[in-house]
C-alpha cells in the first residue's frame, strides 16, 4: 500500500491530547486502522482523539469539525478538542474573527475566543431523554441504578444519565481517591442499557461552587480532563440539587469553568487550549 504524509500539530485541553489535520480539502481519507496506529503512543504519534477540520456543507457554519477516538472510531463531541479547532484555525489564519461556529455529527458549537486565549464553547442544551442520549432507563427518575461486576465481585452503582452531544452516566463519589475508576469505567461503559456505551464520570463535591472529577471515556479510557464529563458532571449535580449555576470544575489536567442555568438552557464551558508541536508522520 502506497504511503502518505500526514502533516498535524500536536495540542491538549487541560492534558486531554490532540492531534489536528487541516483537511479542509478532504486530503486525508484515513481508515478506523490508521487513525489507531496514529493514535498509538509507542508506534505512531499518541492522543486522545484526532480532531478533522473540515469545509462546511452549510450556510451559517464556518466549518465541519470531526473527532475520532484512539481506537478509531468516530465520536460526536468533545468540549476539550473544541477549544482546540478554535484555537487552531485562528493560529492557522483559517478564520478571521473571534466567534466561529462549527457542526459535529450532531450538534452545532458556537465557539468564542477570549482576550486571555481561554475558549468559552457553547455546548448546546443538556439532552435527558432516554432514547436520545440513548440509555435504555426502565423509569423517568433523575438518578438511575445498575448492578455491576467489579473486580469479580457485585456492585451497585447510582448515576445520573444524560447526553451532551454524546452519552454520560455521572456517579457520585465520596473519595476520588478511593475509587476504582478504571473498573467501575469499563463496567458501566460498557452496560448493555447504553447500546452506544458511555462515558463514565466520577464526581466528588467541595462546596457549591467547586467539583473535583475524573472521567472514564469511551474508546480513550481515564484522560486528563474531559470537557463533556465536566459539563454532564456540573448538569448531573445541579438537577441534584448539589451546584449552583456556575462551578469550577477541578480534573487531574487543570481547571474549567462551566455555567449551566437549568432546563432547555446551553451549557457555556470555558478553558484553555495549547498548542505543543508541529509534525509530520508518514504512515
Known sequence: MRKMDIHFT???GL???FIVLNNLHNEYQLSAEQIALLGHRRFGVGFDQ??????????GIDFSYRIFNQDGQEAEHCGNGARCFAKYVIDKGLFDGNTLVVRTVNRVLTLNIRDDGSVTVDMEAPVFTASKIPFIAGSDSKLHSRQLTVSGSPLEIEFCALSVGNPHAVIRVEDLGKTAVKEIGEALGAHPDFPEGCNVGFMQLRDRNTIDLRVYERGAGETLACGTGAC?????GCLQGLLDDTVRVKLQGGELSITWLGIDTPILMTG????????KIQI
Open 10 to 12: 500536536k495540542m491538549h
Open 15 to 17: 492534558g486531554n491530547d
Open 50 to 59: 484526532l480532531l478533522s477540520v473540515e469545509a462546511a456543507s452549510e450556510p
Open 232 to 236: 454532564a458532571a456540573v448538569v448531573a
Open 272 to 279: 484553555p487550549a495549547t498548542t505543543v508541536f508541529e509534525g
